[in-house]
């Protein structure tokens, strides 16, 4: 089946400081990728979708100048986290968009990555 | 399994009119979620109930939680065409992992 992956998979960083974060599609291309985050006990919420090639849509609320946002790939997407603050530690997920044919609205999901920001 | 399972699959009705979704689970959860998805999008958070709550309310939608059954049901009242979406019901049992069922799609029909 399809594997997304993450990197890193916990990070720790101190305030100010600029932390990245990949998400990879292992066996399939995708056009489109997700990012979520996640705070403890708490629901997923869509930070934004990226889209290969062209700019990423935020959702509303999302800073895009904070939360940078590159996919420059077929497989990968890449999501940075700038000056980092304290209120940034949380649990950030992203899912790929199989859109092979096989499979309709399909979202294959990464293991997630862990911030946590002294 | 922890996952939980929504019915019906698909669902069509008349603008306007109210949507129904139920959710069942088979497990004890901390809280419980609905997620829509609209074609090619990401998954975005409605709302979240937790077990010791029973009924509640946002906006045009209304979930209920009967946790001595082990299930759910969103209602969409006054449904709309930009309602067409599929909507996942996801349960928390261990504060970080998710269980999300097969979706129920409703087409709102203009």
């Given at each position: 089946g399809a594997v997304v992956s993450q990197h890193p998979s916990w990070v720790i960083c101190k305030s100010g400081t600029s932390v990245k974060i990949e998400c990879r599609s292992l066996d399939f291309q995708a056009t489109t990728m997700f990012w979520y985050r996640q705070f403890p006990k708490q629901s997923l919420m869509l930070m934004a979708t990226s889209n290969e090639g062209s700019k990423a849509t935020y959702e509303q609320g999302v800073e895009k100048d904070k939360f940078l946002i590159?996919?420059?790939s077929l497989t990968l997407s890449t999501l940075t986290v700038t000056s980092a603050h304290p209120e940034d530690s949380s649990f950030y997920i992203?899912?790929?968009d199989d859109a092979s044919g096989r499979a309709v609205d399909t979202q294959y999901f990464g293991p997630g990555t862990r911030l946590t920001v002294l | 399994s922890q996952q939980g399972e929504e019915d019906p699959?698909?669902?069509s009705?008349?603008?306007?009119e109210n949507a129904t979704m139920n959710c069942s689970y088979k497990t004890s959860i901390n809280n419980l979620q609905w997620y829509r998805q609209n074609s090619g999008r990401g998954l975005v958070h409605l709302i979240l109930i937790r077990s010791n709550e029973?009924?509640?309310?946002s906006g045009r939608l209304r979930v209920t939680l009967d946790t001595s059954k082990k299930s759910s049901s969103l209602l969409i009242t006054?449904?709309?065409?930009a309602d067409t979406a599929s909507y996942f019901c996801a349960t928390d049992a261990k504060g970080n992992q998710f269980y999300f069922g097969t979706g129920t799609s409703l087409t709102v029909i203009p």
């Amino acid at each position: 089946g399809a594997v997304v992956s993450q990197h890193p998979s916990w990070v720790i960083c101190k305030s100010g400081t600029s932390v990245k974060i990949e998400c990879r599609s292992l066996d399939f291309q995708a056009t489109t990728m997700f990012w979520y985050r996640q705070f403890p006990k708490q629901s997923l919420m869509l930070m934004a979708t990226s889209n290969e090639g062209s700019k990423a849509t935020y959702e509303q609320g999302v800073e895009k100048d904070k939360f940078l946002i590159n996919h420059a790939s077929l497989t990968l997407s890449t999501l940075t986290v700038t000056s980092a603050h304290p209120e940034d530690s949380s649990f950030y997920i992203c899912s790929a968009d199989d859109a092979s044919g096989r499979a309709v609205d399909t979202q294959y999901f990464g293991p997630g990555t862990r911030l946590t920001v002294l | 399994s922890q996952q939980g399972e929504e019915d019906p699959q698909a669902l069509s009705i008349q603008e306007g009119e109210n949507a129904t979704m139920n959710c069942s689970y088979k497990t004890s959860i901390n809280n419980l979620q609905w997620y829509r998805q609209n074609s090619g999008r990401g998954l975005v958070h409605l709302i979240l109930i937790r077990s010791n709550e029973r009924e509640k309310h946002s906006g045009r939608l209304r979930v209920t939680l009967d946790t001595s059954k082990k299930s759910s049901s969103l209602l969409i009242t006054a449904s709309r065409a930009a309602d067409t979406a599929s909507y996942f019901c996801a349960t928390d049992a261990k504060g970080n992992q998710f269980y999300f069922g097969t979706g129920t799609s409703l087409t709102v029909i203009p």
